[in-house]
């Protein structure tokens, strides 16, 4: 295998716009492709560690407004239907009734209590985290890369950035 070194982030970026994408969509084929790819990921995790940061923070900005440009949250929902454990009572309360606070502190994968089918109720006044969910936008993306991979196992946006960075990355 042949990796590139790429130098000259801002070309790279403007041709990215141009690459007609396949992307995937189907929230099961990416849980269970997210897991057999669970050793994949970990080197491609020390690989990326070798890169420039601002390179990779830059690339993944790149990709992830192409790729969420066409993708339909409305369709999707998983985020909303698959929340992640979270420890604080006082965070939780947002996602769960009072009465499953202890039931649900350490759960994975439980919908939250705002949701109509694939919709929120709140939608117009959701809080922070579901409104910077999935997160692709923030700096240091290779040393979230942990969370970022639990992430890639439910939404389709994270698993098509991660996937289209290999290609990017480690093409031969
Ligand atoms: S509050 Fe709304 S956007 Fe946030 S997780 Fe619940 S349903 Fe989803
Ligand atoms: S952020 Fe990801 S998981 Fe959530 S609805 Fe959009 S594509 Fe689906």
């Given at each position: 295998m042949v990796f590139l070194i790429i130098d000259n982030p801002l070309v790279i970026c403007n041709k990215l716009k141009q690459i007609d994408m396949k992307l995937e969509r189907n929230i099961e084929k990416i849980l269970r492709i997210a897991l057999e790819k669970r050793e994949e990921n970990k080197t491609f995790r020390q690989l990326l560690q070798k890169q420039n940061a601002n390179y990779v923070d830059a690339l993944v900005n790149q990709l992830n407004d192409t790729i969420a440009a066409q993708i339909d949250c409305l369709e999707c929902g998983n985020c909303c239907h698959n929340i992640r454990p979270i420890a604080s009572d006082k965070v939780l309360i947002n996602y769960v009734e009072p009465e499953n606070i202890e039931k649900y502190k350490y759960s994975m994968g439980f919908a939250c209590k705002n949701l109509d089918g694939n919709k929120c109720i709140i939608y117009s006044e959701r809080y922070d985290e579901c409104r910077m969910?999935?997160?692709?936008?923030?700096?240091?993306f290779v040393l979230r890369l942990p969370g970022v991979l639990q992430n890639y196992e439910i939404c389709p946006i994270v698993f098509n950035v991660v996937e289209q960075l290999k290609i990017k990355i480690l093409k031969t």
């Open positions: 969910f999935p997160y692709l936008y923030r700096a240091d």
